[in-house]
């Protein structure tokens, strides 16, 4: 797959790519930084600092975005309507709207831990019934991303609790299935992302054989893709799916 038409622009000029280099942007990324399944809480004062910073600067975005795009800000009042769903990771490295230089009303989102898709998820069901049937996305985009603790902890059976096993299971399902493939790969982080990938095609499959999906497919022309977010390179890498 060498274009995508992914709809992630402005609405006169949708971006167009195989990678987005959203090098222009300032954001933190922090690519050593290892993700720790098991932290204490930090109730230092950085909590209520964190809050503080959260509101100042919203109030710098809703200045600038009533001076600067106020035809925008009418029509979102209006309605939305966003050409892509996007299911991702909750990761706060990879905010999409921010790494795919969009607007709000762009993209409609649905996050979680690992960008796992559950068959029986009636959170992540829900979003996609929403954005599909009522919505009309025209195209959904699953993304994975390197340095994903989800994947990193699907490498192992360590137990992280109830809540977090279960919600991991399909994950580390995947990990046993491609158990040879992934045993070849020496490097920790490139056997991560190798996880992270196939857990990206298993969640598209997931996706097309939703009734919903499926419709949609057929009688508008939805399409599904598949994506990795480089941390270290700030981009998206587009993986082959099929449709």
């Not at 949708?14 to 930090?42: D, E, G, K, M, Y």
């Not at 989800?150 to 399902?173: K, Q």
Request: hydrophobic share 35%; glycine share 6%; aromatic share 4%.
């Amino acid at each position: 797959m060498s274009s995508l038409a992914l709809g992630l622009g402005s609405r006169t000029a949708p971006l167009r790519c195989s990678v987005i280099s959203p090098r222009s942007l300032r954001f933190p990324i922090s690519s050593q930084r290892q993700w720790q399944w098991h932290q204490t809480a930090n109730c230092s004062s950085n909590s209520s600092d964190s809050i503080e910073r959260a509101i100042n600067g919203n109030r710098s975005f809703a200045q600038r975005f009533k001076n600067e795009k106020p035809d925008l800000l009418k029509e979102l009042i209006a309605g939305q309507h966003p050409e892509m769903l996007w299911i991702g990771c909750a990761d706060s490295r990879v905010p999409e709207t921010t790494i795919c230089g969009s607007e709000p009303g762009d993209i409609f989102v649905h996050r979680n831990i690992a960008n796992c898709l559950h068959e029986n998820d009636v959170n992540s069901a829900s979003v996609i019934e929403y954005s599909v049937a009522f919505l009309k996305v025209k195209k959904i985009m699953l993304c994975g991303h390197t340095k994903c603790g989800g994947a990193v902890a699907s490498l192992g059976d360590d137990d992280l609790g109830d809540t977090l096993n279960t919600w991991l299971t399909p994950i580390r399902e995947i990990r046993r299935k491609h158990q040879a493939e992934l045993d070849k790969i020496e490097n920790p982080d490139d056997r991560a992302v190798r996880l992270a990938e196939l857990n990206v095609h298993r969640g598209i499959e997931v996706l097309l054989a939703n009734p919903t999906v499926q419709t949609a497919m057929k009688e508008r022309g939805l399409t599904v893709h598949g994506a990795i977010y480089d941390i270290a390179e700030a981009e998206l890498r587009v993986l082959d799916t099929p449709q």
